[in-house]
């Protein structure tokens, strides 16, 4: 038994809890406020093999990350269903050229006029205690799809409609509270927080 067995093993016993997140996501606010639901998607390396005259060795390749989906709350107005739906739309082909003008000059960004049709997005996870704990940061997020809202007069409860919005992005990382990407598990005795 190694002289250091103790130092080996979790220091915090506690678990992570499926129910403590908020989720941010600049271009969406309103969306994201009534999230109900979203992931860490997967990781994966493609695996690429090497044919050789006897068999094929796998050697690591690229990273590819999973698409993030987050299931929220449409209010009555569809003010955030419509966040979504009117940035997700002219990334498509548009209408009309005015459409597609319409949105450059709404979504353009300082004197160098470069369209913004990224944003970056935050997933807090928050400790038993409801205090924030670590965050998965995702950059260049942008929506691939929107789902349905079916409206069904047959139903006998009064379920309130629940959207899925799922993004692409160019990565994410596990951070600390500080902003430093996390390597190994930072843990904070009580009271000495970040």
């Given amino acids: 038994m190694s002289a250091n067995w103790y130092e080996d093993q979790i220091q915090n016993n506690n678990y992570l809890s499926p129910i403590g997140f ?39 390749g690229n990273f590819v990350f999973g698409d993030f989906s987050i299931e929220f709350l449409v209010d009555e107005n569809l003010e955030n269903y419509l966040e979504l739906h009117n940035w997700l739309r002219p990334l498509g082909v548009p209408d009309t050229f005015a459409e597609r003008a319409r949105y450059e000059k709404e979504v353009t ?50 379920n309130f409609f629940r959207a899925r919005a799922t993004f692409r992005y160019s990565m994410y990382e596990l951070r600390s509270l500080n902003g430093q990407r996390l390597t190994k598990a930072q843990w904070f005795p009580e009271g000495t927080g970040v």
């Fill in 22 to 60: 908020s989720f941010t996501l600049e271009k969406a606010p309103k969306a994201t406020f009534l999230a109900q639901s979203c992931q860490i998607p997967d990781i994966s390396i493609g695996a690429v093999e090497v044919p050789t005259p006897f068999q094929r060795y796998p050697i690591d």
């Fill in 109 to 158: 960004t300082g004197r160098d006029q470069v369209v913004n049709k990224f944003s970056d997005g935050t997933l807090t996870v928050l400790t038993n205690g409801m205090a924030s704990n670590f965050q998965v940061v995702f950059m260049d997020m942008f929506p691939v799809s929107l789902s349905t809202l079916e409206f069904d007069a047959t139903l006998t409860d009064n």
